[in-house]
């Protein structure tokens, strides 16, 4: 089930349940959770794409041991407000997910999350190759925090 908003996900999850952020890259998925009272956003990790199927049986591991009961998916809106071909894709993998997992979900812009990552990383002087490993998932970590705060 496709939600317009985050503040409605609340609605449909349970007291003791998280949110799961995505940031769908073309090589890679960043994966982020909330905590239960759905306040903080915490980077987990970042999966190389292959095959959905292989994708989905990593993202099914991590709702079972985390107990998520929803998605918040990083949509890439270009700066105009138009959609992308990357946009599209963002809403393939959100049809693709809601095909195996009965959870709802909902698209937050994701406009400069990666690179408002990649400045900070920058600012602590993070090494390039440790800046290539983490910036996926403190993008996905950086959506579902968005979406945290206006919930």
């Given at each position: ?14 007291l003791?349940?998280?949110?799961m ?5 073309t ?8 905590d ?5 956003a915490?980077p987990?990790?970042?999966i190389?794409?292959?095959k ?20 918040v998916?990083g949509l890439?809106?270009?700066?105009d ?8 894709s ?9 095909d ?10 994701e ?25 996926d ?15």
């Open positions: 089930m496709l939600l317009g908003n985050p503040s409605h996900l609340k609605h449909f999850i349970a003791d349940q998280r949110l952020g995505f940031d769908p890259g090589k890679t998925i960043g994966i982020s959770l909330s239960t009272s759905l306040k903080v915490t987990i990790e970042t190389k794409r292959k959905f199927k292989d994708d989905a049986a990593r993202i099914r591991e991590l709702i079972e041991e985390y107990r998520v009961g929803g998605f998916i890439p809106i270009n700066m407000g138009s959609e992308g071909p990357r946009a599209q963002c809403r393939q993998f959100q049809k693709n997910l809601e195996v997992f009965d959870l709802p979900s909902c698209f937050w812009d406009r400069l999350s990666t690179a408002a990552v990649t400045r900070t990383l920058l600012e602590a002087d993070t090494s390039r190759k440790k800046r290539a490993e983490v910036v998932k403190m993008a996905a970590a950086y959506i579902l925090q968005g979406a945290l705060d206006s919930i």
